[in-house]
Structure formats: C-alpha cells, structure tokens
C-alpha cells in the first residue's frame, strides 16, 4: 500500500490593483470580466445617485454603475487612511447578474492563493466585505468578496 499524498489546496487567481498610494486590493479573477482605460469611457453623471457612485457608462452596449470604491470604502471605514487619487482605470466587476465598474489607480498583476494564504484582517468594521489579508512583493493586499460588495451597495441603496 502506498503513502496516500497530501491533497492540495486549490489556487484561485486574484486581479491585484491600486486604489491609491500604496494602498492594493485583490479580487478573484472569476468576477473580473475586463479592464478598461477610463479616458477612453464616457461616464455620465446621474443627479440623485448616491456620491459613491461618478455616474453611469456604457461598456460594450450595457449601461454599469461606475462605482468610487475609494470614497465607498472611506464611506464605510473612515478611520483607514486612503488616499484621494484620481482614477484613471476600472475593472469591471460581476457578482451573479449584477456588473459594475470600479474605478482604481492600476492594476499590479495576478496572484494564485489557497484559502490557507488569507489571513483575517483586523481592525475593521466591515470585515465581511474584506475575506482577509495577503502579503505580495512584501506589501500588504487585502482581498475583496464582490458578492458581500453588492450586497454592501444594495443596503446603503435602500437607506
């Protein structure tokens, strides 16, 4: 009878961007559909549209949300410290149905993880939004679950 080999943790790859100064994020390659250069997009303001949103764009025939994650997450967070940056960049993001584009500073790359290599994040509110925290080229990058993040902009619509 051989030695049973130890199974292995899937890797699930993760877009990893900037937000700002120093400040990256990761979300699963799976719910980035495509990235987009915004000086090439129209985004058109919508009055009334709550301020985490610049506006509204069409991308490929359909009309997304442009969301400011920068001010969502200083929304929701206000003691971290994000920089204001200007955006020149999106990453449009699915959950299910749902798309949108998130506006960010660039993207860095892509980065394989195990569930094992996320780590919890401290210190924060809204924990739920943020699975944990990883460590890439010796900088800290916490992962965003875009399924709790349009469940997040679903609550703060209905307040």
């Not at 985490?52 to 929304?75: P, S």
Request: hydrophobic share 45%.
């Amino acid at each position: 009878m051989s030695p049973s080999s130890p199974v292995q943790e899937p890797r699930v790859k993760y877009v990893v961007f900037r937000l700002g100064g120093s400040v990256r994020l990761a979300l699963p390659q799976m719910a980035v559909h495509e990235g987009l250069d915004l000086g090439g997009v129209i985004v058109a303001p919508m009055p009334g549209a709550a301020l985490m949103f610049t506006g509204i764009a069409n991308v490929r025939g359909n009309f997304l949300w442009v969301l400011d994650l920068g001010g969502l997450l200083r929304q929701l967070e206000p003691d971290l410290s994000l920089p204001v940056t200007p955006c020149r960049e999106g990453l449009v993001v699915q959950a299910g149905q749902r798309s949108l584009v998130v506006t960010i500073q660039g993207r860095d790359g892509f980065l394989p993880l195990t569930e094992a290599e996320i780590q919890p994040l401290p210190h924060l509110r809204h924990k739920h939004l943020f699975p944990g925290l990883v460590r890439w080229e010796g900088q800290p990058v916490a992962v965003l679950d875009p399924t709790v993040l349009f469940q997040v902009l679903r609550q703060l619509s209905v307040r």
